[in-house]
Nanobody
Framework: QVHLVESGGDLVQPGGSLRLSCAAS????????MAWYRHTPEKERELVAT???????NYADSVKGRFTISRDNAKNTVYLQMNSLKPEDTALYYC???????????????WGQGTQVTVSS
């Protein structure tokens, strides 16, 4: 069993910054891809950023230049540094990981519960 625990969501003014964290724990042999998604009633689920085990990153066009995804493999944790936040960044942010629970088993997808980010003056 694997658990993902997110933190860092908050209410912030436009132009502000937040750092989200997502820590994975449990039966983990190796984590492949880690990612952040966000959900709003208007756009439903949107992929925000991904990072591979080799540290290759990709971003949605809407956050390029403002958000930075990173990971600490020793802590099984992925981060999302969000700068220059805009009201349209308001959403429930949740993390995703694809991991191998054992070297002999295939990759499994896990999702966190989400952390709310609200950008408003």
């Amino acid at each position: 069993q694997v658990h993902l625990v997110e933190s860092g969501g908050d209410l912030v003014q436009p132009g502000g910054s937040l750092r989200l964290s997502c820590a994975a724990s449990g039966s983990i042999f190796r984590i492949n891809v880690m990612a952040w998604y966000r959900h709003t009633p208007e756009k439903e689920r949107e992929l925000v950023a991904t990072i591979t085990s080799g540290q290759t990153t990709n971003y949605a066009d809407s956050v390029k230049g403002r958000f930075t995804i990173s990971r600490d493999n020793a802590k099984n944790t992925v981060y999302l540094q969000m700068n220059s936040l805009k009201p349209e960044d308001t959403a429930l942010y949740y993390c995703y990981v694809n991991l191998l629970p054992h070297f002999s088993l295939p990759g499994v997808d896990y999702w966190g519960q989400g952390t709310q980010v609200t950008v408003s003056s």
